[in-house]
């Protein structure tokens, strides 16, 4: 078995392209193979290490001061009701105050099938935080007063805001999240529940979780001669552009957007939000350039969140810990604005061999803010649930976890029948057992102390879909030997630039230096979102199969562009469409944590984490750690720090802020390694790669709180491990120590 | 009724220029460098002190400029992430940052630098953190243990989690003063 350290593996990447063959060389010079698996620095590294690279917001600073306009949100202070009345004299008053705007005077949109993007178009108030004015003023301190001098008044009604696992409002959505199915049955999960020999049951809570990318999402947009020009926060501007399109009723020609670099999103960005509308429609009814800026509070009112999910776990097995039964129903909530169910349901659909299984999604619709994208959405909570009940079925079964986990592992997708096109899981769980010095673990809890110290470890699957959606890109070859690729694609710190650059220096035989990559802009070849995890594969597919045809054209052309370039543009739709359905295509990893509790205070430390994974071909192995990694700490944070509250009260969350919300900061991250063992898979795209960027968040939690409960014998069904959910089982510790 | 405007005139020295400056007296130092002198190398992640983006050293001491008022630092020398270098080209912490891969989206990243340029000169100095041994004698540079560079460290979030690759960036640069690229082989 290999790992990344002693180099990734060389080889060409699986030739996907029409026509097959290796295309001929470029420009007679020698093909300059291995750009894809090195260890590139990402290629705006400098810009963001010297501050040079640009935000949306940034973008102020590029226009004059006596012409600039920031924007300042009013929101509203009901969860449900109507406006009476806004009074913006006492805001208007105020020194450099350019306007306020509100549903009775801001311009009329077109609905985009985006409920949350129509601001300022109703009188109706369908939750708190909503934004119902927005204060538009020369200076950001002026815009602040003015949009806390906004006089708003409401007609309150009763509103609900308050989830429970029975809200009598539950209902079965058409599909839950991504299209997944809302059930899915085989067998008789019932009776082979009833008749397994070992049964587990248990319901598990993940609290409401904010993406808070360290970026507040922001834009800033300028109208000029019906065009607008829009520099915005988000994860794809091909479809922040469509979008704003339809909503100001323009040609899509006339709108051009542009995220050159963005501030993380975590799937907050991935849709177009609020923002972007109220800097468009500020821009258009003051003639000036505005930037908005979101405070930090209101990002969980208007950019989305990963909801409440309560899941009820039945897991039944025969005496040699092989699952015969697994059950798993998920009730969660959306808003009245749009329906979102959090397809968390769905791991036991891929995980594990099972004849007899039932997986539901059950929403209600409350008046709270809509839920949506947050980092392996449904995959990540459901993940939670379902690796917290294998935990605990291998200690009914008398099994260590990782060889339950082996003994039902398979070859085939449980829910399709259909072989993986490459399953390496198993694989994944030894690696990092031998990694981890797992093998020889005492299961009995509480039998490793130091001091006053409990020291626990726990293991946890992960699995991601591995998908790619259709994408345009263009290559460019200049006369003077460079190359030029187009793709609107997004990095918001994924490494897709560098990646993409790597591809193509790949595809077309040319060193890295001879090609660059454009990015980040409406006005490239439309492409999907970085979501999903399909960016890479999506974007990769494009730029690889545009340079191979360039490469051809090139050919043609006696080998050297004429004087005016050569330019050719790649649609992989057809290829996408052309995918085998005859294969499940999903990546896996396996998950280690080591924590350290404090029987006296309940304060849990994570000592270690270790992660191995199997999602095909490594493109950069520096920026694919850090994805790794990253999204291992994210899982961290869900199982120590992070939560969030609905306040039935008031209908908005308890936690808003960076001081109320408690991502993990640098003291919290003592030990976290990711490793990723080779995987070959031709079915997938040209360059074999699954994508990497939501597996490492997913059994995180799952793997924490097993080690809390092999530290402890407190099994922690809702998230996160807090202290004071620790301390009363911890009780029996103290006592049993002599101080 | 919005409250009037008060100005007040200061004078910031910012990454070596002097400026005068006629100044709403609200403004923070971070709107100030931004939205006045267009250094928008310092981020605004929170506004309110809470993740560290906003971190720049005022007189050789890292502090969130997002809580400064600018009218208060009349004769500072502010130094942001574009001043850190001096010359145009990279401080020692900057090329670590890219050889370790010590962030993501990069948001948080000119916080971190001018954070970790902080936290050097603090440990240089001798000044003991919550993680610091109680025997530690006073002057006498703190070893930048990893646990000193993490607890020191904590203040500036990062959301992509890059956090173990800042601990190596910083502790390159604490103990040989230059990023591993810098010298023979590189380290990654």
């Known amino acids: 078995m290999t790992d990344p350290e002693s180099g990734p593996a060389r080889r060409p990447a699986p030739d996907c392209s029409p026509g097959g063959g290796p295309p001929p060389g470029a420009g007679g010079g020698a093909r300059h193979a291995g750009a894809l698996g090195e260890p590139v620095i990402r290629l705006e590294g400098r810009e963001k290490v010297t501050g040079a690279a640009r935000y949306a917001a940034d973008h102020a600073a590029e226009v004059p001061l006596e012409d600039r306009a920031y924007a300042w949100p009013v929101p509203a202070t009901i969860a449900r009701g109507r406006i009476l009345s806004v009074d913006p004299g006492p805001a208007l008053a105020g020194p450099g105050v350019v306007a306020v705007l509100s549903h009775e005077n801001a311009p009329r949109l077109t609905d985009a099938d985006d409920a949350t993007l129509l601001v300022l178009q109703s009188p109706r108030v369908a939750h708190r935080g909503q934004c119902v004015a927005l204060a538009v003023a020369e200076t950001l301190e002026a815009a602040r007063a003015a949009a806390a001098a906004v006089r708003v008044v409401y007609e309150a009604e009763p509103h609900d805001a308050a989830f429970r696992p029975d809200h009598p409002g539950l209902y079965a959505p058409d599909t839950a999240n991504a299209g997944e199915a809302t059930d899915r049955i085989h067998g008789d999960p019932d009776r082979a529940y009833e008749e397994a020999r070992f049964r587990v049951e248990a319901e598990y809570l993940v609290p409401p979780l904010h993406n808070h990318p360290l970026e507040p999402h922001a834009a800033t947009a300028r109208w000029s001669g019906g065009r607008l020009r829009v520099y915005d926060s988000s994860q794809g501007t091909t479809v922040v552009g469509r979008t704003l399109a339809t909503l100001f009723g323009l040609a899509e020609e006339s709108v051009t957007v542009v995220s050159e670099h963005v501030g993380g999103g975590f799937g907050s960005k991935g849709t177009p939000r609020p923002h972007v509308v109220l800097a468009a429609l500020a821009a258009r009814e003051t003639g000036r350039p505005v930037t908005l800026a979101l405070p930090r509070m209101l990002l969980p009112s208007l950019t989305g969140h990963r909801p409440f999910t309560a899941h009820r776990v039945r897991l039944g097995a025969d005496g040699e810990g092989r699952l015969t039964s697994l059950e798993h129903a998920v009730t969660t909530y959306s808003s009245t604005v749009a329906e979102y169910t959090e397809q968390a349901a769905t791991p036991g659909r891929h995980l594990y061999a099972v004849p007899n299984s039932r997986t539901t999604h059950r929403v209600t619709r409350l008046d709270v803010a809509t839920p949506s994208w947050m980092r392996a959405p449904g995959g990540c909570p459901g993940a939670f649930a379902l690796e917290s009940a294998l935990d605990e079925l291998a200690v009914a079964c008398e099994l260590d976890p990782v060889e339950l986990r082996l003994r039902n592992d398979t070859a085939e997708e449980p829910d399709s029948g259909l072989p993986y096109s490459s399953r390496r899981l198993a694989d994944c769980l030894r690696s990092g057992a031998d990694r981890f010095g797992w093998w020889g673990r005492d299961p009995r809890p509480g039998t490793r102390t130091e001091g006053r110290l409990l020291i626990g470890t726990g293991v946890a699957s992960s699995t991601h879909p591995a998908l790619a959606q259709p994408a345009v890109a263009e290559a460019h070859a200049a006369p003077g030997g460079g190359y030029r690729v187009r793709i609107a694609a997004a990095d918001i710190g994924t490494g897709a630039r560098t990646v993409l650059t790597q591809i193509a220096a790949d595809a077309l035989g040319a060193p890295l230096d001879r090609v660059r990559v454009e990015i980040g802009a409406s006005d490239l070849p439309p492409a999907p979102v970085a979501g999903g995890s399909t960016g890479t594969a999506s974007w990769g597919w494009a730029v690889h199969q545009a340079c191979r045809e360039l490469l051809y054209a090139l050919a043609e052309h006696g080998g050297a562009p004429p004087e005016a370039g050569l330019t050719v543009r790649a649609d992989t739709t057809e290829e996408i469409a052309a995918v085998s359905d005859a294969w499940a295509r999903r990546a896996f990893g396996a998950q280690f944590a080591e924590v350290a509790v404090d029987m006296d205070t309940g304060a849990t430390r994570v000592r270690r984490l270790l992660g191995v994974f199997a999602t095909g071909r490594i493109l950069n192995p520096r920026t694919a750690r850090s994805q790794f990694v990253g999204g291992m700490i994210m899982g961290l944070g869900m199982g120590l720090t992070e939560h969030s509250a609905l306040d039935p009260e008031f209908g908005d969350f308890t936690e808003q802020d960076l001081a109320a919300y408690h991502v993990a900061g640098c003291a919290d991250v003592v030990d976290v390694q990711a490793y990723w063992l080779p995987e070959e898979d031709s079915r997938l795209n040209p360059m074999g790669a699954k994508g990497i960027g939501e597996i490492g968040i997913v059994g995180t939690a799952a793997a924490i709180t097993s080690a809390v409960y092999h530290a402890t014998g407190i099994r922690v069904r809702e998230l996160p491990v807090l202290p004071e959910r620790l301390l009363p089982g911890l009780a029996e510790w103290q006592r049993a120590v002599v101080v | ?188």
């Open chain 2, 1 to 188: 009724m919005t409250a009037p405007v008060h100005t007040a005139t200061a004078a910031l020295r910012v990454n070596g220029a002097p400026h005068e400056l006629r100044l709403d007296t609200r403004a923070t130092v971070l709107d100030t460098v931004r939205e006045q002198l267009g250094l928008t190398g310092a981020k605004k992640g929170c506004d309110h002190g809470q993740c560290g983006a906003c971190t720049v050293l005022v007189d050789g001491v890292r502090m969130n400029s997002c809580l400064l008022l600018a009218v208060a630092c009349d004769g500072a020398e502010i130094t942001t992430v574009e001043g850190l270098a001096g010359d145009g080209g990279l401080h020692p912490l900057q090329s670590a940052f890219l050889e370790r891969d010590a962030f993501q989206c990069g948001y948080c990243t000119p916080g971190q630098l001018c954070s970790a340029a902080g936290a050097l000169r603090e440990l240089a100095a001798g000044r003991p953190s919550a993680v610091t041994g109680e025997g530690h004698p006073p002057g006498l540079p703190v070893v930048a243990s990893d646990e000193e560079i993490r607890e020191r460290m904590s203040g500036n979030l990062c959301r992509c989690g890059a956090y173990p690759g800042i601990v190596r960036a910083v502790a390159d640069v604490a103990h040989t003063g230059t990023a591993p690229g810098d010298r023979e082989g590189g380290a990654w």
